[in-house]
């Protein structure tokens, strides 16, 4: 069965720095698109991230450009989160996913889910 696990959340203080890693089991995600989404308290999942398969293409949330590197090993059958400046908008559960589709920015085209990691900004 696949399963999805994120890693590497936690309590960062703003305009602090935090990686999350996903690793992957039981399929081989190599060929799919990976991306990362969050979702705050009371609010809908929102997209994040995602990137190619080749990695030669990556499309972000616009208040995440220049602030959120996702990038992916397929050796390891991972992906990550590079997320820098952060603020206490940021804090949120982030879940990474895993998808046939192109870069999609909906939850709805993504398969897979991992359980989430919280990451939490204090001020």
């Known amino acids: 069965q696949a399963q999805l696990v994120e890693s590497g959340g936690g309590l960062v203080q703003a305009g602090g720095s935090l990686r999350l890693s996903c690793a992957a089991s039981?399929?081989?995600?190599?060929?799919?698109?990976r991306a990362w989404f969050r979702q705050a308290p009371g609010k809908e999942r929102e997209f994040v991230a995602a990137?190619?398969?080749?990695?030669?293409?990556?499309v972000y949330a616009d208040s995440m450009k220049g602030r959120y590197t996702i990038s992916r090993d397929n050796a390891k059958n991972a992906v990550y989160l590079q997320m820098s400046s952060l603020g206490s908008g940021d804090t949120a559960g982030y879940y990474c996913?895993?998808?046939?589709?192109?870069?999609?920015?909906?939850?709805?085209?993504?398969?897979?889910w991992g359980q989430g990691a919280q990451v939490t900004v204090s001020s």
């Open positions: 039981g399929c081989t995600f190599s060929f799919y698109t």
């Open positions: 990137i190619t398969w080749t990695s030669s293409r990556t």
């Open positions: 996913a895993s998808g046939t589709g192109l870069l999609g920015n909906t939850v709805q085209e993504y398969q897979y």
